[in-house]
């Protein structure tokens, strides 16, 4: 069984930053992926950004140079720094553990920026 929590969403002002955390527990294989999808109001779920277990990191093209994904994976525990936050970031982020072609995800913490 693998559990996941996200913590640290909340309401910014557009340019303003914001880092949510999200801490795996469980049964959970050393080589896996871990990352941060977001969900707008009507819209799909979308890729954020991941980083493997070997520090490898994706990013979405609409959050390159102003979201930073990071990991520790001694606590099995992922960060997504997101700086120069815009309106459109607005969504539901998710937590997602991806090992061996199985998918986990968080319960979603809610970041809004609005002014």
């Known amino acids: 069984q693998v559990h996941l929590v996200e913590s640290g969403g909340g309401l910014v002002q557009p340019g303003g930053s914001l880092r949510v955390s999200c801490a795996a527990s469980?049964?959970?294989?050393?080589?896996?992926?871990m990352g941060w999808y977001r969900q707008a109001p009507g819209k799909e779920r979308e890729l954020v950004a991941t980083?493997?277990?070997?520090?490898?990191?994706n990013y979405a093209d609409s959050v390159k140079g102003r979201f930073t994904i990071s990991r520790e994976s001694a606590k099995n525990t992922v960060y997504l720094q997101m700086n120069s936050l815009k309106p459109e970031d607005t969504a539901v982020y998710y937590c997602?553990?991806?090992?061996?072609?199985?998918?986990?995800w968080g319960q979603g913490t809610q970041v809004t920026v609005s002014s």
């Open positions: 997602n553990l991806h090992i061996i072609g199985i998918d986990y």
């Open positions: 980083v493997t277990s070997f520090g490898q990191t």
């Open positions: 469980g049964s959970i294989f050393a080589v896996n992926n």
